[in-house]
């Protein structure tokens, strides 16, 4: 015997008033999440910044100390004492190659937190990688195999021509650890879109988790061994491109290897 409307109705309300606290609940949960997570993301923002700003102004400092010490150790070379006595010339030499070291960790430092001073003009990437194959190919090593995807027209990026070629040369140093002593590299480049240029380091080698994908980009954040590297190279990365008005992306899973994109500003786009 089918109930009355009146009653039907009755049960309706009284079904929405025993879900609606359990819905309230769930979506006062979604909320809280949702706020949790954004406030994760505001204050994870804020320690960047703050850590830019320190490794700025060390990097400032340590750069200013190490001019003078560069200085002297050239006033010291072609003193006449020092330029006739081999041991004090060998002392001198590593000292400019420990003040070399330190000038490119300063560099990276400087990059990382956008404060180095571009100089960005239009760069055709065919030709740019094409002057690079040496530097490429020495820093690989004979075991590694780098293949170049150029598409046509030639993409031309409005970049400082010098960081650059130092944040690539950090992409393929990181390919050649990756793939643990042989295999393929793919550089490609080509247009991302009618403004911006893409161009990446594509390697087959042991990739990375989603926990090191995470930090990948942090300052100092390394795995590899204790004095193996600063831990600034793509983090140095990261800063040049989004300085250049651009940005880094990677891709990675563990054993499928790890694809590094870099989008950088087209020369001749609109601001």
């Known amino acids: 015997m089918p109930l009355p409307a009146n009653s ?7 079904l929405l008033l ?16 949702r706020l949790d997570a954004e406030r994760a993301v505001s204050a994870a923002e804020a320690r960047m910044r703050t850590m830019s700003r320190v490794i700025g102004g060390i990097a400032h400092e340590f750069n200013n100390q190490l001019t ?37 960790v300063t560099a990276q ?4 937190s956008r404060q180095q001073n571009l100089q960005p003009e239009p760069v055709g990437l065919g030709g ?8 490429f190919r020495q820093l690989a ?6 293949r170049y995807e150029i598409e046509a027209p030639d993409p031309v990026a409005f970049v400082d021509r010098r960081q650059l070629e130092a944040a690539l040369l950090n992409l393929i140093s990181n390919a050649r650890d990756a793939l643990q002593g042989g295999g ?13 240029v893409r161009l990446e380091v594509i390697d087959g080698g042991v990739g990375m988790s989603a ?3 995470a930090r990948a980009t942090e300052p100092f954040y390394s795995t590899r061994p204790v004095g193996d590297g600063s831990g600034l190279g793509l983090s140095m990365v990261q800063g040049f491109a989004m300085q250049s008005g651009g940005l880094l992306r990677l891709h990675s899973e563990p054993g499928r290897g790890t694809a590094a994109e870099l989008i950088l500003p087209a020369a001749g786009r609109s601001s």
Request: hydrophobic letters at 60%; glycine letters at 6%.
């Open 8 to 14: 039907v109705l009755m049960l309706a309300l009284l």
């Open 211 to 213: 926990e090191v994908l």
């Open 184 to 196: 393929d590299v793919v550089v490609r480049a080509g247009a991302a879109d009618s403004h911006s």
């Open 109 to 112: 430092m400087l990059s990382f």
């Open 128 to 135: 740019f990688l094409a002057g690079l194959q040496p530097a």
């Open 18 to 33: 025993l879900l609606l606290p359990g819905m309230a609940m769930v979506l006062l949960s979604a909320r809280r999440r």
């Open 141 to 146: 090593g004979a075991a590694i195999r780098i």
């Open 68 to 104: 003078v010490m560069m200085q002297a150790t050239g006033l010291l070379a072609d003193h006449a004492a020092i330029a006739a006595d081999p041991a004090p010339q060998a002392l001198l030499q590593a000292i400019r190659r420990s003040g070399a070291a330190c000038a490119h």
